[in-house]
Structures are given as C-alpha cells and as structure tokens.
DNA sequence: ATATAAAAAGACAAAATTGTCTTTTATCTT
DNA sequence: AAGATAAAAGACAATTTTGTCTTTTTATAT
C-alpha cells in the first residue's frame, strides 16, 4: 500500500519510545509493554527480538526480567530503529526500483528522490529517543490509540 | 519491509512515464510495454485500469487500442499517479500508526513527521512525467533494469 | 460474417507480512 | 530442589501484496 514504515517498524518505534520513557534502570516485562500499548505480545516479542540483537536493547530473563535500552534515551536514534527493523531499502532504493540505481546510470527521478529521501533520513537521525519521550511528557502526548505519556512514571 | 511505494506503484510510475514519452496520440498495447519494462503483462494491466478509471489514462480496445495518457504528459504530476495507486495514506497518517493522531492529540513524531511528509508530498506535487520523460530522452537515462529512453520514439 | 487484436474482468496461486500459539531456556524465589 | 517468571525459539495461521491464467467484451480488418 506504501507506508514508509512497515508495521513491524512503526510498533518497534512505539515499544522505543515506552522503554526511554521508562529509563533504563529496570528491564521491562514485554507482557506489560504488549498491554500497555495494544500490540501482540508474541509479534511484539519477536520485533523486541531485532532490536536486542542489533544491541539497541538488552534483555534479562526470568523474574524481573525484560527488556530495557542499553545506552540512554538521549543516544538512540529513530535511524537505529528503522534500520534494524526495515533495513536500509528505504533510504537507498531507487524510487522506481531500478536496481542499481545511482550516479553512473541514473532513473530520471534519481536526483530529486535522492533529496527527498535526504529529508527522511535527517529527520530519523536527528530525532532521539530521548527528545520524543521528553516532549510526550512534557504535553501527555500520544503512544497508543488513546492513551498518552502520563502514567508512565 | 518499508518502501514508501508498493511495488504496484512503482510499475505504475514507470508504466505511465513510458507512455508519456510516446506522447498520447496513439495508444499503446499493454503487451508492448509489459515487454519493454519488464513487468508482468497482467499484472500490469491491473495496475493500469487503476490508472484508467482516475481518469490518468485512457484506453480503447481492438487493434490499434492500448492505452495513452488522457492529457498532455506535462499536466499530470506524479503524486496524481501515487494517490491513484497507493492512496493517501502515506501522505496523512501518522508515523506511529495512531489513528487519527492530529493537531488536537498528536504522537510525540507529529509535528517533524508533517514536516518530512510534506518534503515527500511537494517532491511528488512539482514533479510532472513530462519533465522526467524529457530528462530521460535527454540523457539517455533508465527506464528499465538495463534499457534507457533511447529507443522510445 | 469471420477472424484477429486488445482491454476488462475475474478466478486462482505464490510470496511476503502480520499475527497466534506452544515449547524451550534462563533466572529468580522459596 | 521445586515452582514461578519471563525471554527465546520455532511452528503454524491469517491477511495482504504480488503475480498468473482464463474467459469475456469491444473494436478492427479481411
């Protein structure tokens, strides 16, 4: 359908986003988290998976255990997300699927894509976990379809 | 995976920057241009009936039929082709997936996400196959996984 | 009229993504 | 040591996207 993000992604974000809000003192249970947010455990579980081998979280098992961001909030960029969610496909593909696609042997629409798809990459790399979870506390923003920052310590 | 426009698109843009490099005085066989591209001729097909019944394209059938653009190729801009084909959705919903995540409730991402969607918007917006079609006769540019614009009339 | 060309329509199949369930492994508590 | 908690792993199912094939409809040409 064409949605930037895949779905895996957008709830790798969300589950993120929850943990920097929540520090990284405690490892949090992917139970709660799941509940929390309305997203399936188990599939929540395997994307929580992704993002603890590619060492943007860690986790712990057993009784208090879960998971937790290694590095502080402030470090971890949505960038990091989506690459080890999504891959680099978006942020190096051809607009027209042209397989290697690039400078030597250009699509038309190569230039203006490579702009565009500047914009998308500044905008992940420069946005930190930290920053988001500050200013949804800040204004009880939203995490989930209607809930927002407030009671997440 | 995460790929802004679904593979359907793609073919359609590619499909359509064809046709509007032949100009739209004749109609173009489907089957000539699955061939030349490199698509699926049914599949293809598919993809253009979309195209045809936003009113982009119009076809005839019987010999001679095909389909061609219904207006000059610069009058008609890619993010025509993108909503024809994909929707909106891109280009609205939130990052994060939250329904309805606006002004008056937003996501955390809601304001730099406008931001970087509205890059992609306006990319789409000012770009018109007739410009990418006269780019790409100009320089011989990729149509195709290996072909160019060069035998295209 | 008949044959041919080509889009339209629709049934079907394959692949990818998303989602669910069960079993295994590691750790803690008592 | 035994039971409880929680992630890891893997099998399986549903859905969506992508791709294929056949039949139908419309037009042309002989």
């Known amino acids: 359908m064409g949605m930037l993000l895949s779905k895996s992604c957008v709830y790798g974000l969300r589950a993120s986003l929850y ?4 520090g990284n003192e405690t490892y949090i249970p992917i139970r709660e988290m799941s509940e929390k947010l309305e997203i399936s455990f ?18 712990y ?27 680099d496909y978006l942020l190096t593909e ?37 920053e988001l979870s500050k200013k949804g506390k800040e204004f009880d923003l939203r995490i989930t379809a209607e809930g927002g920052f407030e009671g997440l310590s």
Not at 19 to 22: G, K, T
Not at 99 to 126: N, Q, S, V, Y
């Open 61 to 87: 098992k057993g009784p208090n255990g879960g998971v937790r961001t290694t590095r502080s909030g402030d470090e971890i960029t949505l960038l990091e997300i989506v690459e080890a969610i999504d891959g």
């Open 94 to 130: 051809c607009a027209l699927g042209l397989p290697g696609c690039g400078i030597m042997k250009p699509c038309p629409l190569h230039e203006k894509w490579a702009e565009t798809r500047d914009g998308i990459r500044t905008m992940l790399e420069f946005t930190t976990l930290h």
């Open 42 to 59: 188990h599939f929540l579980t395997k994307i929580l998976q992704q993002l603890t081998s590619a060492g943007l979280l860690e986790s």
């Open 19 to 22: 943990l920097a809000a929540r």
